[in-house]
């Protein structure tokens, strides 16, 4: 399995992205997909996954007020949109496919998201 995070650049605050990720290979029958992010010096935290069919969807803490998790199953793409852009956002974003939520079983490359004045 490979996972394949783009998406992520400068965006100035208040401003909006969405990252997306590739999925090649499906090494469960039923799996999990979602997104973590890694600050400087900080722990890779949860921000999000989705089911495979794409109808339930988690989210951590208040990050659902402004992040959305998606999914295009035929695609095998995943999506994360990030809108109104904090300083505090600014990380290096990961996707992950797992067999139970959060997925950790495949880790992606990560996506550098920074932030602007």
């Known amino acids: 399995v490979q996972l394949q995070a783009s998406g992520g650049g400068l965006v100035q605050a208040g401003g909006s992205l969405r990252l997306s990720c590739l999925a090649s290979?499906?090494?469960?029958?039923?799996?999990?997909m979602g997104w973590f992010r890694q600050a400087s010096g900080k722990e890779r935290e949860f921000v999000a996954s989705i089911n495979q069919s794409g109808d339930k969807a988690a989210y951590a803490g208040t990050l659902k007020r402004r992040f959305t998790i998606a999914s295009d199953d035929a695609k095998d793409m995943m999506y994360l949109q990030i809108n109104n852009l904090k300083h505090e956002d600014k990380a290096v974003y990961y996707c992950a496919l797992g067999s139970s939520c959060p997925p950790r079983d495949y880790w992606g490359q990560g996506t550098q998201v920074t932030v602007s004045s």
């Open positions: 290979g499906r090494p469960f029958t039923e799996f999990f």
